[in-house]
């Protein structure tokens, strides 16, 4: 009896989950932050010392907001500078994130880590992403 009720009670949160009556692209960011750019960014998105740069109140990322979609699906390399400081690594993309999902991390970064109000949506993710495929 008990386990019926759980599976229920599963059925019934996936499905609520799903149907995008509680949609909340800022949960997904943080949740899609965590599993694929939190061991070198860190927690807050505040960097790793010399290695890793932040990405939390960062004027690389305030400044290259139209760049963020290609740098999460493409990946970046080579001299930037981030809040004055220089990096010199190289990062992988991320070509398994479908839009959406980019999209969800651009929210997170923008919105929760550099308190942004506004942010690209879906329809500019998408143009980025299309534009930065040749490079
Ligand atoms: C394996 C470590 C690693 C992972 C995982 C990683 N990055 Fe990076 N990221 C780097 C490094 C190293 C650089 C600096 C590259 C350079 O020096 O050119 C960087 C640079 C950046 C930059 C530009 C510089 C800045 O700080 O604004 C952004 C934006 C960025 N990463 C976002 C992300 C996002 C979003 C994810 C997750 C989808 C992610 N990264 C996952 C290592 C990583």
């Not at 008990?2 to 943080?30: E, H, M, T």
């Not at 190289?90 to 923008?110: F, P, R």
């Not at 880590?113 to 143009?127: D, K, P, V, W, Y």
Request: proline share 2%.
């Amino acid at each position: 009896m008990r386990s019926r009720a759980g599976a229920i009670l599963i059925l019934a949160s996936v499905f609520i989950g799903g149907s995008g009556c509680d949609y909340k692209p800022r949960n997904q960011g943080k949740s899609l932050y965590n599993a694929n750019c939190l061991s070198c960014h860190m927690d807050n998105g505040e960097g790793l010392e010399a290695l890793f740069p932040p990405l939390a109140n960062a004027d690389y990322v305030l400044e290259n907001a139209d760049q963020l979609a290609c740098i999460i699906r493409y990946g970046v390399k080579g001299e930037l500078t981030v809040n004055g400081v220089k990096y010199d690594g190289e990062m992988a993309g991320n070509q398994q994130l479908s839009e959406t999902e980019v999209s969800n991390i651009v929210h997170y970064i923008m919105v929760d880590l550099n308190h942004q109000e506004s942010h690209s949506g879906i329809t500019e993710i998408r143009a980025q992403l299309e534009n930065c495929k040749e490079d």
